[in-house]
């Protein structure tokens, strides 16, 4: 079994910094891309941020240059610290992760969600 849980979510006002936390857990074998995806009511889920087990970084074009994704490799994490938030960035995000489990099979993981809302 592989977990992901996210935290950090919340209600801020436009202009306002939050920084969401992701935790991958469980049968790991290795850990390739980590990302963010948000979903509005009634949309679709789309790309936020991916991280490469290297480092190398991809943006949703809405994003760039307000939002920052990061991951610290040791602890099986990934971060998104989202700056100058504004109300089209409210949705749902959910951390999704490229795992390959112990039994060495790849899959697409995803977190439970967290609730960002941005007041105007």
């Known amino acids: 079994q592989v977990h992901l849980v996210e935290s950090g979510g919340g209600l801020v006002q436009a202009g306002e910094s939050l920084r969401l936390s992701c935790a991958a857990s469980?049968?790991?074998?290795?850990?390739?891309?980590m990302g963010w995806y948000r979903q509005a009511p009634g949309n679709q889920r789309d790309l936020v941020a991916v991280?490469?087990?290297?480092?190398?970084?991809n943006y949703g074009g809405s994003v760039k240059g307000r939002f920052t994704v990061s991951r610290d490799n040791a602890k099986n994490m990934v971060y998104l610290q989202m700056n100058d938030l504004k109300p089209e960035d409210t949705g749902v995000y959910y951390c999704?992760?490229?795992?390959?489990?112990?039994?060495?099979?790849?899959?697409?993981?995803w977190g439970q969600g967290t609730q960002v809302t941005v007041s105007s």
């Open positions: 999704q992760a490229k795992i390959i489990n112990l039994g060495m099979s790849q899959y697409n993981y």
């Open positions: 469980g049968s790991i074998f290795k850990i390739n891309d």
């Open positions: 991280i490469t087990s290297g480092g190398s970084t």
